[in-house]
Antibody, heavy 123, light 110 residues
Framework: EVHLVESGGGLVQPGRSLRLSCAAS????????MHWVRQVPGKGLEWVSG????????GYADSVKGRFTISRDNAKNSLHLQMNSLRAEDTALYYC????????????????WGQGTLVTVSS | QSVLTQPPSASGTPGQRVTISCSGS????????VNWYQQLPGTAPKLLIY???QRPSGVPDRFSGSKSGTSASLAISGLQSEDEADYYC???????????FGGGTKLTVL
């Protein structure tokens, strides 16, 4: 059974950094792309970033480009999101999602989701 | 403000058929397949429809997706109380080189 468990969320001041992690199990981690999707409580979903199986291709939403960095450690079955220069509008529940294919691109979709970790950016 | 437009709400009575629309543009729906996600209250989203109207294992065939031009639709037949949830469309968008989500539709079963 696929399990995705996010961690690293919390309260952080504007301008500071935070690193999210996602521990994956129940599937061959390095066979699939992975993603981060966020949701402001009570609002809709926003795709944040994605990474191919071998980290060779990555993508970011315009809203986080230049501030967030996605990475993965296939040896440890883990996905990460380094978030720098955080803003109030980054406040959201951050979901880790498994891709359906190995590559980053149009053929992919998010077939399993974690329960999310809450990031609150406030002074 | 999402690049995909969904009605904020929809409703139906048990047994009815309801449809949820998702309007986009050439760079997203017009060129790519549309995936749909269901989010039950207080839970993480779940994949509902992917690719060309494919359903993951466990999703009943009461759920179906379709696309015409730059618009897509999710149809739910034989509506049940457990279908009460938020529904999101999400295709790849060539102009952003990533995925875009519709604003979501809250389905109420009366």
């Amino acid at each position: 059974e696929v399990h995705l468990v996010e961690s690293g969320g919390g309260l952080v001041q504007p301008g500071r950094s935070l690193r999210l992690s996602c521990a994956a199990s129940g599937f061959i981690f390095d066979d699939y792309a992975m993603h981060w999707v966020r949701q402001v409580p009570g609002k809709g979903l926003e795709w944040v970033s994605g990474i191919s199986w071998n980290s060779g291709s990555v993508g970011y939403a315009d809203s986080v480009k230049g501030r967030f960095t996605i990475s993965r450690d296939n040896a440890k079955n883990s996905l990460h999101l380094q978030m720098n220069s955080l803003r109030a509008e980054d406040t959201a529940l951050y979901y880790c999602a498994k891709g359906s294919v190995y590559s980053y691109g149009r053929e992919d979709y998010f077939d399993y989701w974690g329960q999310g970790t809450l990031v609150t950016v406030s002074s | 403000q999402s690049v995909l437009t969904q009605p904020p709400s929809a409703s139906g009575t048990p047994g009815q058929r309801v449809t949820i629309s998702c309007s986009g543009s050439r760079s997203n729906i017009g060129t790519n397949t549309v995936n749909w996600y269901q989010q039950l209250p207080g839970t993480a989203p779940k994949l509902l429809i992917y690719g060309h109207n494919q359903r993951p294992s466990g999703v009943p065939d009461r759920f179906s997706g379709s696309k015409s031009g730059t618009s897509a639709s999710l149809a739910i037949s034989g509506l049940q109380s457990e279908d009460e949830a938020d529904y999101y469309c999400a295709p790849w968008d060539d102009s952003v080189n990533g995925w875009v989500f519709g604003g979501g539709t809250k389905l109420t079963v009366l």
